[in-house]
């Protein structure tokens, strides 16, 4: 990317910031950049494409900043900058990020799309950093967590913005993680299960790209679950048949329903194993494709 195309990409989000985007104008963006129109069109043959462009831009800087915030050392301290960070841009260019509810019926497919790629990418910084935080222990709970967590820091942005000095982004912020320590701490002690699970999200994220999770893929994604739950177990080369048989079968063009189904009950009574039989059993039998 050269430089005229950051400047005039910083420029169409300032302007996309404070006017919206049905509101600016190319001729606009072109004056903000001290250039003429024909020569914004030379770099962008049109808004949408600016938009684009802009989106991309945006977010990509935003993580690409986040991820060079390694200081402090202490995890929690280091989360607590990095979503400070990311919060404070969020409030700065408000207007900017509102645009996929705004506009979202008028935004064409390649810039919805950019929108879901870059959402997916700022859910998998929450993961991320809530896993770094608290270890493979909250793994279970983890869409659950990253959820919640932005959630709550969303409801309060309104307050931040018109409390005006009475409240600032990083008080929010250790706040929040307080609360989020209390939600670590009630799962562990109650055990509870999580709310969204590993295929639901998937097939959430592919709904969101317009294709649903494949019944193959969904099975496969058990599979690798149900080895790790065997791997240290002193019959796991007798468990690991029945799972090799299952993908065996997933991968023959004439699936045989009842092959898999006798193979996943050598599985169903291995600890912690039936969620995932269970699981496979439902996209099985409820997925008429197959």
Same mark, same amino acid.
């Given at each position: 990317m050269t430089d005229k195309q950051q400047i005039i990409l910083n420029n169409a989000i300032k302007l996309f910031s404070h006017k919206g985007f049905s509101q600016t104008s190319m001729q606009a963006i072109a004056d903000e950049c001290d250039i003429s129109k024909g020569? $914004?069109?030379?770099?962008?043959?049109?808004?949408?494409?600016?938009?684009?462009?802009?989106?991309?831009?945006y977010f990509d800087s935003i993580l690409v900043r986040i991820s060079?915030?390694?200081?402090?050392?202490?995890?929690?301290?280091?989360?607590?900058?990095?979503?400070t960070y990311f919060f404070e841009n969020v409030i700065e260019h408000r207007e900017f990020m509102e645009l996929p509810y705004e506009q979202g019926g008028y935004l064409s497919e390649s810039i919805?799309?950019?929108?879901?790629?870059?959402?997916?990418?700022?859910?998998?910084?929450?993961?991320?950093?809530?896993?770094?935080? +608290?270890?493979?222990?909250?793994?279970?709970?983890?869409?659950?967590l990253?959820?919640?967590?932005?959630?709550?820091? =969303?409801?309060?942005?309104?307050?931040?913005?018109?409390?005006?000095?009475?409240?600032?982004?990083?008080?929010?912020?250790?706040?929040? $993680?307080?609360?989020?320590?209390d939600i670590v701490s009630?799962?562990?002690? =109650?055990?509870?299960l999580p709310f969204l699970n590993d295929i639901q999200v998937k097939q959430l994220l592919k709904k969101a790209h317009?294709?649903?999770?494949?019944? +193959?893929?969904a099975i496969e994604l058990r599979l690798s679950k149900l080895e790790e739950v065997v791997q240290n177990l002193s019959q796991a080369s007798d468990y690991q048949v029945s799972i090799d048989v299952i993908r065996d079968e997933i991968n023959r063009k004439q699936v045989r329903k009842p092959v898999i189904?006798?193979?996943?009950?050598?599985?169903?009574?291995?600890?912690?194993?039936?969620r +995932?039989?269970?699981?496979?059993?439902?996209?099985?039998?409820h997925d008429m494709s197959i």
């Amino acid at each position: 990317m050269t430089d005229k195309q950051q400047i005039i990409l910083n420029n169409a989000i300032k302007l996309f910031s404070h006017k919206g985007f049905s509101q600016t104008s190319m001729q606009a963006i072109a004056d903000e950049c001290d250039i003429s129109k024909g020569a $914004l069109y030379a770099y962008f043959k049109s808004k949408n494409d600016l938009l684009f462009a802009a989106l991309e831009y945006y977010f990509d800087s935003i993580l690409v900043r986040i991820s060079t915030i390694t200081e402090p050392k202490d995890p929690h301290e280091r989360l607590v900058a990095q979503l400070t960070y990311f919060f404070e841009n969020v409030i700065e260019h408000r207007e900017f990020m509102e645009l996929p509810y705004e506009q979202g019926g008028y935004l064409s497919e390649s810039i919805r799309q950019v929108i879901r790629d870059k959402y997916t990418d700022v859910h998998r910084f929450y993961m991320q950093g809530l896993e770094t935080l +608290y270890g493979q222990a909250i793994k279970p709970i983890l869409y659950d967590l990253a959820l919640m967590l932005e959630g709550m820091i =969303r409801a309060y942005i309104p307050v931040i913005i018109h409390a005006n000095s009475h409240y600032d982004m990083e008080s929010l912020i250790r706040f929040v $993680l307080k609360r989020v320590d209390d939600i670590v701490s009630g799962f562990s002690r =109650r055990e509870d299960l999580p709310f969204l699970n590993d295929i639901q999200v998937k097939q959430l994220l592919k709904k969101a790209h317009d294709q649903q999770l494949s019944w +193959y893929d969904a099975i496969e994604l058990r599979l690798s679950k149900l080895e790790e739950v065997v791997q240290n177990l002193s019959q796991a080369s007798d468990y690991q048949v029945s799972i090799d048989v299952i993908r065996d079968e997933i991968n023959r063009k004439q699936v045989r329903k009842p092959v898999i189904t006798g193979m996943l009950s050598n599985l169903d009574d291995v600890p912690h194993a039936h969620r +995932y039989v269970h699981e496979i059993e439902m996209v099985l039998y409820h997925d008429m494709s197959i």
